[in-house]
């Protein structure tokens, strides 16, 4: 099996609708184009998520590195492409499928144990929104310090 090869054909979701070749069944029922803008923080929940499951001692500590080396090298470079491929139902998908491809399914597997997905999702979408308002105040605030620089600096000027 080449590699990513598994990766296409493994999706989360498996049911009447897996293996059909229907036109855009496939585009239809991915989320890609929405999670590429959560997928930074995805990587970050699945850190946190993986190093709960160890304080809880619910996976191993061997498990636990094995999935951590994996994410903090995907979070130290760009997500692979394979990550959006449409074929699976969203980037929390791919990305386990990659750790699933590099770790073996029993460690990998184990990455989103004890889970809710719609906690997954929401918790992404809240920590993107989190980054994106802390640079925005980040940038503000910034304004305001030149605001003030410039505002010294013409304390006589006459308007």
Known sequence: MKKGERMRTDVVR?????GREEPGLQEFLSSMDADR???????LVDIAHV???DRQKINERKTTKQI???????DDSE?????????????????????IEA????????MHMARSRNDEVATCIRLTLRMALLLQ?????????????LAAKHTDSIM
């Open 14 to 18: 498996r049911g009447r609708l897996f």
């Open 37 to 43: 803008r959560i997928a930074k923080a995805d990587l």
């Open 51 to 53: 190093l709960m499951l």
């Open 68 to 74: 951590l080396n994996i994410l903090l090298k995907l």
């Open 79 to 99: 997500l692979p492409e394979e990550v959006f491929d449409p074929r699976f139902e969203d980037v929390h998908a791919g990305i386990e499928s990659l750790v």
């Open 103 to 110: 770790a073996g399914s029993e460690a990998g597997g184990r």
């Open 137 to 149: 105040m980040k940038t503000i605030n910034e304004l305001r310090l030149t605001l003030l620089s």
